[in-house]
C-alpha cells in the first residue's frame, strides 16, 4: 500500500475560496513535499517541509507537518481557476534497504469560476 | 536555465517490443529519477541514478533497466512490452538526491503499447 495518501480524492470548490488537502503516511520521515500536476504533464514542486518543522509558506499555500498523527496538509488560499490540478504529496521511505521517495494517490482539485 | 527534457513525448509500440525512453537533466544537477504513473497504480518509482551509477531501484521487474552518461543524461529501456506497460513515464533530477530535496519534472513521455 502507499506510503503517503491523499484526502479527499477529488475536491470541487468556487474560484475565491479556501482549498484544503490531507496527506496521511505510515512510517517515519526526513521530510514531506508536495507536488502539482496539470492534466497529463510533468509535476511541479512546491513546498518541501522537513520533519522537525510544524508549518511552512510560500505565496498562497500554507503546508502543514504533524508527525505524532503522520499527517500533512496543503491550503490554498484565494483559489484561482489556475490552481486546477492534481495534488501530490511525497514522503522518502525505505524500502527493500534503499530510501526512496514515495508519492500518494493525489487529490483532483477542481475551480470553477 | 533549460528546464528537464524528454524524448520523444509520444510513443506507439505493439507487444514485444522494445522501447527507449530519454531524459536531459537540467544542468549541473547529478540525480536523476524515473516514475511510471498510470490511473491505477498512480506514480511509482522505477530507479534512480547519481554519477552513473543506479542509486535507488523500484519494484519493477527486469524489463525496466536504465543507465546514466557521463555528461548526467539518462535512458530507460523496456524489453518485451506489456500492455501494462501503457503509461506516462517521468523523469525527473535534482542536484544530489529526489528523496532530500526538490525534483525538477520533464514533461513525460506516454506510451502506448497495443
Known amino acids: 500500500s502507499q506510503q503517503g495518501e491523499e484526502d479527499p480524492q477529488a475536491l470541487s470548490i468556487q474560484e475565491g475560496e479556501n482549498a484544503t488537502m490531507n496527506c496521511s503516511y505510515k512510517?517515519?520521515?526526513?521530510?514531506l513535499q508536495w507536488y502539482r500536476q496539470n492534466s497529463g504533464r510533468g509535476l511541479v514542486h512546491l513546498i518541501l517541509i522537513r520533519s522537525n518543522e510544524r508549518e511552512k509558506h510560500s505565496g498562497r499555500l500554507r503546508v502543514t507537518l504533524d508527525t505524532s498523527k503522520k499527517s500533512s496538509s496543503l491550503l490554498i488560499t484565494a483559489s484561482r481557476a489556475a490552481d486546477t490540478a492534481s495534488y501530490f504529496c511525497?514522503?522518502?521511505?525505505?524500502?527493500?534497504?534503499?530510501?526512496?521517495?514515495?508519492f500518494g494517490q493525489g487529490t483532483r482539485l477542481t475551480i470553477n469560476p | 536555465k533549460a528546464g528537464v527534457t524528454q524524448t520523444p513525448r509520444y510513443l506507439i509500440k505493439t507487444r514485444g517490443q522494445q522501447v527507449t525512453l530519454s531524459c536531459s537533466p537540467i544542468s549541473g544537477h547529478r540525480s536523476v529519477s524515473w516514475y511510471q504513473q498510470t490511473p491505477g497504480q498512480g506514480l511509482q518509482f522505477l530507479f534512480e541514478?547519481?554519477?552513473?551509477?543506479?542509486?535507488n531501484k523500484g519494484n519493477f521487474p527486469g524489463r525496466f533497466s536504465g543507465r546514466q552518461f557521463s555528461n548526467s543524461r539518462s535512458e530507460m529501456n523496456v524489453s518485451t512490452l506489456e500492455l501494462g506497460d501503457s503509461a506516462l513515464y517521468l523523469c525527473?533530477?535534482?542536484?544530489?538526491?529526489?528523496?532530500?530535496?526538490?525534483?525538477?519534472f520533464g514533461p513525460g513521455t506516454r506510451l502506448t503499447v497495443l
Open positions: 511525497a514522503t522518502d521511505a525505505w524500502i527493500q534497504g534503499a530510501q526512496k521517495l514515495v
Open positions: 525527473a533530477s535534482s542536484l544530489t538526491s529526489g528523496v532530500f530535496e526538490e525534483q525538477f
Open positions: 512510517t517515519s520521515i526526513n521530510n
Open positions: 541514478y547519481f554519477s552513473e551509477t543506479q542509486r
